[in-house]
């Protein structure tokens, strides 16, 4: 008896402290979303401008991705592409440099000189400040895919979507483009098995260095 009722306590503090975690990383994405958004005001003016003077086209790229639970949402960015680049895209998958269903290419003709600027210092996804305030995402979590992309991934990669995606994740700040579609994967399931507060809170200042320039973001 004594040992069901010390395994009914040690259930109650992991719950404890598993609602104490999420209130506390709420209350970041909160905090660090506002913030983010009053502070970078300034550039996102100008990059705003600087999109709108090079091609045609909304500032603003919205795309729907899969999100906590599978639940599907918008998520935003700046457009870094032509308008007419997900027709060009058929034309390029013998071209794709990633393992698995999702696409990259280093190279890519479908973006913009502004679009592999913000690409290179990670500028492009500032909106998603807005995602976060939303509630759709987190400042830290798995980077969130697409809907089709989800339909090919293997039954064990869906754990990554018991969290909410994020801005930044082990992916971000370990290689980007230079890790596997399988190793990436892996990370995202490190992250949600041992996800913490000072886990998070030191993935969000490793990131602050990617701003700076990172050499594998495209």
Known sequence: MEELQCRIDDSKIVVEERKMYE????????????CGLVLLSPILLIIMVLIKLESKGPVIFSQ?????????????KFRSMVIN?????????????????????KD??????VGKFIRKTSLDEIPQLVNVLKGDMSLVGPRPSLPKEVAQFELWMHRRHDVKP?????????????????????L?????????????IKLIFKTVFVLFGDKNAS
């Open 85 to 105: 680049a997900e027709e060009l895209k058929k034309k390029l998958e013998a071209q794709n440099e990633m393992s698995g269903p999702m696409f990259k290419m």
């Open 188 to 200: 995202d399931i490190k992250y949600v098995e041992e996800r913490s507060f000072w886990g998070d």
């Open 108 to 113: 890519d003709p479908r973006v913009t000189k």
């Open 23 to 34: 209130f506390s990383k709420r209350s970041i994405d909160i905090l660090g979303s506002l």
């Open 166 to 186: 994020g801005l930044t994740c082990y992916w971000q700040v370990r290689g980007r483009n230079n890790i596997d579609f399988e190793d990436w994967m892996k």
């Open 64 to 76: 729907e991705r899969v999100g906590r639970y599978e639940k599907k949402f918008k998520m935003y």
